[in-house]
């Protein structure tokens, strides 16, 4: 079955504790990007990559590291998270590197920093 | 950079009525309008997208029209089902060789039976 696969769906960590939130396709999509949702705004971008090892920042980056070392893998990492960067963040890819195709996306993983 | 507005943020409907979300976007050079469905514990799904040198989409129960002089867009679900009932995003970008997906606030739309 082709899908974005996220871990974990759900975590509670502490202040400054690094954790990492790990992505995984298997459509062979060049495409991956990761993304918060925060209530009232909708989906905000906050790295993408356009292949291996090829990333870039989104709209919201600070706080965060990527990287692409193999085409299916897009992990995201928080050197060390804070309560602001509590979210619901989705993964998500799409074939080729041009506008047209639609993102695939993750079921979200909801995290939550005490 | 792109600004999207997405009006409302929530809509109850009666099963059978149609219902229609509304976007607005600021820069005149998007050209690409995804909408978006994300059911409770899902992620986002695709369900519509229209280019800028169309006007009007359909498929099906759902329809998007675009103004592209007004920068408004909008999603026009007929003869709604409580199977709609989910959270609809819209979205534009531009073909800039980045997928720069702004995407809108949000409507919750709630159908009841």
């Known amino acids: 079955e082709a899908q974005v696969t996220q871990n974990p769906r759900y975590l509670i960590t502490v202040t400054g504790k690094k954790l990492t939130v790990t992505c995984s396709q298997n459509?062979?999509?060049?495409?991956m990007s990761w993304y918060r949702q925060d209530p009232g705004l909708g989906l905000r971008q906050i790295y993408y990559?356009?292949?291996?090892?090829?990333?870039d920042k989104g709209d919201v980056p600070e706080g965060y590291k990527v990287s692409r070392k193999e085409k299916r893998n897009f992990p995201l990492i928080l050197e060390s998270p804070s309560p602001n960067q509590t979210s619901l963040y989705f993964c998500?890819?799409?074939?080729?590197?041009?506008?047209?195709?639609?993102?695939?996306f993750g079921e979200g993983s909801r995290l939550t920093v005490l | 950079g792109e600004n999207v507005e997405q009006h409302p943020s929530t809509l109850s409907v009666q099963e059978g009525d149609s219902a229609v979300i509304k976007c607005t976007y600021s820069?005149?050079?998007?050209?690409?309008f995804p909408w978006y469905k994300q059911e409770l514990g899902k992620g986002p799904q695709l369900i519509i997208d229209i280019r800028s040198n169309v006007g009007e989409k359909k498929d099906q129960r759902i329809a998007v029209t675009l103004n592209k002089t007004a920068k408004h867009f909008s999603l026009h679900i007929t003869e709604t089902q409580p199977e709609d009932s989910a959270v609809y995003f819209c979205?534009?970008?531009?073909?800039?060789?980045?997928?720069?997906?702004?995407f809108g606030s949000g409507t919750r739309l709630q159908v009841q039976p």
């Open positions: 459509m062979n999509h060049e495409y």
């Open positions: 979205a534009a970008s531009k073909d800039t060789g980045r997928r720069a997906l702004t």
């Open positions: 820069d005149s050079a998007s050209n690409y």
């Open positions: 990559s356009m292949n291996v090892e090829v990333t």
């Open positions: 998500a890819s799409s074939p080729g590197t041009g506008l047209t195709g639609e993102l695939f």
